[in-house]
């Protein structure tokens, strides 16, 4: 049950909701609820109004630009982002992290903005987000603009901000995620998305370390290399335990050892994908 006093206000477009969150301290983006309302019922957040945008046109739909990049509207359900053709075919990496999140009806009520935007928690999509090389779009009190998947994920969204849709390059299936789930909450221990470029493997991390983040060493290690577990797994014991942050039950220097096991093990599945 819900205790908290708020107003729930659902606007007919984007504009009308950036006013409401503009004008209302304490206004909150509402989209499938799933973090936030339970959120709201054990006290850790509050809220004076809750915003709701998962039907708004703007957020709708997965299409292509111009350059060919994927672009998913925030208010795309994590079931629909698991199963569309274009997301399978141009980013599989996104299309599994949407397919691990916890169970039926949370893909099916969850979106890619919540996912993207629930800070604090080791959420599955910026980690696919990072490794692709996305940007999120943003729609605030300065306009509307873009902004890495990276500097999102430090940052998280601005206040009074609505992320509008994620920006995807979509060259291809060379690209997989992996991810060991905490058993009580599906959350993950450690997922890890790899891509494959001409560089070398973009490779990013969540639930193991302090936050969602690429391994820019471990990528230069293994850059020019073959990718066989044997090199992943020194490349990333060579990397600072402090990177890993123990808890629930783990060590850094198992979470450490995860990260390299599932990142052996996603590079292999990237490298295997039809080309
Ligand atoms: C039982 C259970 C199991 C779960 N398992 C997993 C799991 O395995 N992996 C995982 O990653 N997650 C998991 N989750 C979390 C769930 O996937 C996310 O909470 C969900 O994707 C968030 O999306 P939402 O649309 O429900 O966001 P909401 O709960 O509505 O919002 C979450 C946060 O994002 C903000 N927000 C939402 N949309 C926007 C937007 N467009 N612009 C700006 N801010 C926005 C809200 O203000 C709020 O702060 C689980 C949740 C439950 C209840």
Redesign the pocket.
Known sequence: MILADFDYVRPAGLDEALVLLGGHPGA????????????LGNGT?T?RMLVD??RLEE?RGIGRTPDGALRIG??T??AELAAHPLVLAGAPELAA?AR????P???N???????????G?????PVAALAADARVE?AGPGGRRTVTAEDFAASG?PPA????ALLVPAPGPAAAFE?T??RA????LC?VAVRITPGGPRIAVTGATARPQRLPEVESRLAGTAYTTEAVLAAFRAEPRELFVPGRGTSAEYLGHLAGVLTARALARAQAAPS
């Open positions: 909150r983006v509402l989209a499938g609820g799933q973090s936030l309302l339970p959120d957040t809220a945008v998962r957020l925030a208010a359900t994590l992290a691990a999140n916890g169970d009806q949370v893909r009520m969850g979106t890619a903005g919540g996912n993207l935007s629930a800070a928690r080791p959420t599955d999509l943003l969204p901000t609505v992320v509008t991810k789930a905490d909450t599906r959350y993950p997922a």
